[in-house]
């Protein structure tokens, strides 16, 4: 482009960047060089900057700034909160798009006590959510994820995101979407497009096609608004811990259990974390004992072909992982006092004959152990006995749908400043430098199958000299989703660069195996369609009939412009 071209393009988008500050107001137009360095920040050491950045206040402000955009060829990137970390976290897939920041859109624009939903925009959180239902007594909770307390309900829900909850599978308790169209119309989805209609947000699917699922892992539309099911408060709750001593065993643990979810014995959404996963959520990853251990010992990594000091010693892992099983199962049970008894029981009768033991927590028994804390003093028993308790509440917060930020301390594992002051208050893992890339398959509910992921994913683990954290969660009754991390420090650009190398590998390895991610990040959009299938095709030409210029969100799950995108 010329010097003259390029005066051109900078005032035509002036032209269009003032026509949209009329429509949102000076203060939430913004184009500054912090705000666009801020937005361009990601986990994943892609940074993408925007054009600029509009703040709408409601959905008719959306539908106006997606018709300016129409008329002048820009492409708009719509997000939540911006908070969709190791994914993308705010960053477009391509550069020079308008980010649409949905986060003033925070209205809870009703809750049904009755029947058990509530109706919201695409700037309540999960805090946000979870306290007003609290504070105004409503008999009700929202699910949860570990993903912080100022994630986006409905920016997770576009993805296909899980929590904990019996509702932990967000999307099948969702019904009635409002979304803009790229022409600037705006759609109700199910009855919501009838006046009249009484059954919007209780009956997803109306009557005619079933639409809403264009709108999620998609870039066909803007979701502004939808209503989301709640769950009544448990008499009772207990969470479980089953702590699995060898590696090989849980296996046998994946196959006793799931004739319970298969039932609905147990209906939360089960985790399984390896022991590395576990140990990342209380400290970070130790630079100066590695280091000094690298430099006095030949048995290291750097010995065995991988970069020194960017995995755990064997021996350092065994001594940090002491008194952890190799893999630890985390559920819990709702119901009546007597229900949950009965659960308790299955849980156990179906884990004999296996290596898995499993240890109930009930509010009594968190009272008990923060008693016992206090009296065993700042010894080292009693540190470990309240760390354990902490540990323990904020599991049972969450099953009760109250989020918590110290599960987002795995995103700091590499990160040479270790966790922030005050962490986990307003952790932000792109804005604190931290490296992190998920890669997401999704594999039959069997034994079998998780080890297997598990062996192919840590052969490319070791080769580029990472830990792995492996997380697989029983998403529905059968099938799991694994999350397998890759954790690294963003300030070294060797490290980020093998750090990419090696998503990009097991990517590729586990696609080629059958295991099919259930969501990708913005940097792996363009390995979805290796083959050119007819599914593709079919959505592109959704995409197609649906946004012709494609100005919404170009590249997002969408393979062919992703690849040119770069």
């Keep these: 482009m010329t010097a003259m071209n390029e005066l051109n393009a900078a005032a035509a988008h002036g032209a269009v960047l003032s026509e949209m500050m009329a429509v949102v107001g000076t203060p939430h137009l913004l184009a500054d060089e912090g705000t666009l360095e801020r937005y361009a920040r990601s986990t994943a050491a892609r940074p993408v900057r925007p054009l600029a950045v509009a703040r709408p206040a409601d959905a008719g402000q959306v539908a106006q700034l997606v018709r300016i955009a129409a008329a002048h060829g820009i492409a708009v990137y719509p997000l939540s909160t911006g908070k969709n970390w190791g994914y993308g976290d705010a960053c477009a897939v391509g550069a020079g798009q308008l980010i649409l920041d949905l986060s003033r859109m925070n209205r809870i624009v009703q809750v049904d006590a009755e029947l058990a939903y509530a109706v919201i925009e695409p700037g309540v959180t999960q805090h946000q959510l979870s306290s007003f239902l609290r504070e105004q007594g409503y008999p009700l909770w929202a699910d949860c994820t570990g993903a912080g307390p100022d994630t986006s309900y409905i920016g997770n829900i576009m993805e296909r995101g899980f929590g904990h909850s019996p509702y932990g599978n967000r999307l099948q308790h969702v019904a009635g979407m409002q979304v803009v169209l790229a022409s600037g119309e705006v759609l109700e989805t199910g009855f919501g497009h009838y006046r009249q209609a009484r059954a919007t947000h209780l009956f997803p699917y109306g009557v005619g096609p079933f639409l809403d699922g264009l709108f999620t892992q998609s870039n066909m539309g803007i979701v502004t ?17 089953c702590s699995v001593p060898a590696h090989g065993d849980i296996a046998a643990v994946v196959d006793a259990l799931r004739p319970l979810r298969l039932d609905g014995t147990l209906r939360s959404i089960l985790h399984i974390g390896n022991d590395l996963r576990v140990l990342s959520g209380g400290r970070v990853f130790p630079h100066a004992e590695v280091a000094r251990k690298a430099g006095a010992s030949a048995d290291t990594a750097a010995s065995r072909g991988a970069p020194a000091g960017s995995r755990l010693p064997p021996d350092l892992r065994a001594r940090l992982c002491e008194g952890l099983g190799a893999w630890t199962v985390s559920g819990a049970l709702y119901g009546s006092a007597a229900q949950v008894a009965l659960a308790r029981k299955a849980v156990r009768r179906a884990l004999r004959g296996t290596r898995g033991q499993a240890h109930f927590v009930s509010e009594r028994s968190l009272r ?25 509440g904020a599991l049972f917060d969450m099953n009760r749908g109250v989020p918590n930020g110290r599960f987002l301390a795995g995103a ?47 052969a490319q683990f070791a080769r580029f000299g990472f830990d792995l954290f492996a997380t697989f969660s029983m998403i529905n009754e059968r099938t799991l989703g694994g999350v397998l991390t890759v954790a690294y420090d963003r300030d070294d650009p060797d490290e980020a660069a093998r750090a990419r190398a090696c998503h990009d590998a097991v990517f590729a390895q586990l696609f ?39 100005i919404l969100a170009p590249g997002r799950y969408q393979p062919g412009v992703a690849a040119r995108c770069g």
């Design 225 to 241: 608004r939808l209503g989301i099911w709640l769950m009544p408060q448990a008499e009772c709750v207990n969470h479980f811990l």
């Design 512 to 550: 080629e195996a059958g295991y099919i991610p259930y969501r990708v990040g913005n940097h792996a959009m363009a390995a979805l369609d290796p083959e050119g299938d007819t599914y593709w095709r079919t959505v592109a030409a959704l995409k197609g009939a649906l946004d012709p210029q494609g």
């Design 412 to 458: 700091y594992w590499r990160r040479r400043g270790g966790l922030p002051a005050g962490f986990p208050a307003s952790a932000d893992p792109a804005a604190d430098g931290c490296g992190l890339l998920w890669v997401s398959p999704v594999l039959p509910l069997r034994g079998e199958d998780l080890l297997a992921v598990h062996a192919l994913a840590e």
């Design 368 to 392: 008990l152990g923060m008693l016992a804390g206090r009296l065993l003093g700042n010894g080292e028993a009693g540190r470990r006995l309240r760390a354990q308790v902490a540990l323990g």
